[in-house]
């Protein structure tokens, strides 16, 4: 960090932000064995993944649910999609109950977590485990109340 990025007043953001080479960057982001790279792969994959979804469509409802200090939640729904967005934000596993949260959740208790791929169940009580610091994208697979 130098001095004149510490003085300058319009620019809060360039203290703590390195200058990287476009090429020295390209070379960074292709090494597998590179923690930015795997951030990076991750993070792009779950940003195609999200623009694929219609309930992520700008003009979409989003309802913001209160479930604990651990966890924050919200639900996204257009006519095509519903999904249940859940993180975890402790070091200790969560147990959410989705019956509770909302009537749209009512009436399903299977699901496809697009974020990390597979199924979740969760269960005749529909009780729904986040490991800790997890992030699920859940939306309602097979007929209701399956």
């Not at 469509?57 to 649910?65: K, R």
């Not at 249940?84 to 509770?100: D, H, I, M």
Request: aromatic content about 10%.
């Amino acid at each position: 960090m130098t001095l004149q990025a510490l003085n300058a007043p319009a620019k809060n953001r360039t203290i703590n932000r390195r200058k990287w080479d476009a090429q020295e960057l390209e070379q960074t982001l292709k090494r597998s064995d590179n923690r930015m790279a795997r951030i990076f792969a991750k993070y792009s994959q779950w940003l195609k993944r999200r623009t694929q979804q219609p309930a992520f469509h700008p003009e979409a409802a989003q309802i913001v649910l209160q479930i604990s200090p651990a966890v924050f939640g919200f639900i996204r729904h257009s006519p095509q999609q519903t999904i249940v967005c859940l993180f975890n934000f402790t070091n200790e596993p969560q147990s959410v109950n989705l019956y509770k949260l909302h009537p749209l959740l009512k009436e399903y208790s299977y699901y496809r977590d697009i974020l990390n791929g597979g199924h979740r169940s969760g269960g005749p009580r529909n009780q729904f485990k986040l490991a800790p610091y997890e992030a699920s994208w859940l939306t309602p697979a097979g007929a209701p109340g399956k």
